[in-house]
């Protein structure tokens, strides 16, 4: 198989993402200014990192603390898969370092996995800030050194938040809202946001945002506009990313909505 990478970058929040096939390129010695973590999709990785030699095979997490020095190539003449997301450790305050290089934890690496696929796949900012948050979180629980010092306030207050959250998506979501949009609206941090929210209406941000846009895109269909048209307006990809979605919550194509209407 020949070599190829793809790489992501957000345009306003140190996060980074990187998805490759290696099989002959070498890594020189380097280091990040990021937490780093990756996981291996196929084949295995070995590198030296903090004096010593590690191999990341198939499902295994690589873990990098800002300014970690590592190198990097493949265990086999086959090459290995791996994607790589960095977090800018001032995205994260407190986050705790990490001492073993090599992690090997299903339950993370899937968490992982459906972060970089949102990352690499252009989902909408909020659903990347509430994968990136959760991630972090379960990174810190599931292979840190200590307990985390993650900025979550307690449960007071909580549904004082959920309701300034509500109200600021009922503002804004046409919006390419994010976390750090919702955090400022209700006065508190991203991961109280998330939660308090949760907790009260029992989805997440994006997914309410979600809903009101299919809403208001059933509204414009009924009101005879073209589906392609409403599904750049109401902040779908396309025509089919509005059909996928607009059956998942109504049980019917956006196209079978608008004739149901003709029949009246």
Aim: aromatic residues 10%.
């Amino acid at each position: 198989m020949p070599e190829w990478a793809r790489y992501w970058r957000a345009r306003q929040q140190p996060v980074e993402a990187m998805h490759a096939h290696f099989t002959e390129h070498v890594y020189h010695r380097h280091s990040h200014e990021t937490y780093s973590f990756g996981v291996t999709d196929d084949g295995a990785q070995t590198f030296r990192c903090r004096g010593g030699r590690h191999t990341s095979a198939t499902g295994m997490i690589m873990a990098f603390n800002p300014d970690d020095p590592h190198d990097g190539h493949s265990a086999t003449e086959l090459g290995f898969t791996y994607r790589m997301v960095h977090i800018g450790p001032e995205l994260v305050p407190g986050m705790p370092l990490f001492a073993e290089p090599v992690v090997d934890d299903p339950v993370l690496a899937a968490a992982l996995r459906a972060l970089h696929g949102a990352l690499l796949g252009n989902a909408p900012a909020l659903r990347r800030d509430e994968l990136l948050d959760a991630t972090v979180a379960a990174i810190v629980r599931r292979a840190s050194t200590r307990p985390a010092a993650l900025p979550i306030e307690g449960l007071r207050g909580g549904a004082m938040i959920a309701e300034r959250v509500r109200r600021r998506i009922h503002e804004g979501f046409l919006d390419d809202l994010t976390a750090e949009d919702l955090a400022l609206a209700a006065g508190g941090s991203r991961f109280a946001v998330y939660r308090a929210f949760q907790a009260r209406y029992g989805m997440a941000p994006s997914d309410y945002q979600r809903q009101l846009r299919l809403r208001e895109a059933r509204r414009r269909i009924a009101a005879g506009r073209p589906i392609g048209q409403v599904a750049g307006e109401t902040g779908f990809a396309d025509q089919s990313h509005l059909t996928r979605w607009f059956g998942r919550y109504f049980g019917i194509t956006p196209r079978a909505y608008q004739e149901a209407g003709k029949a009246s």
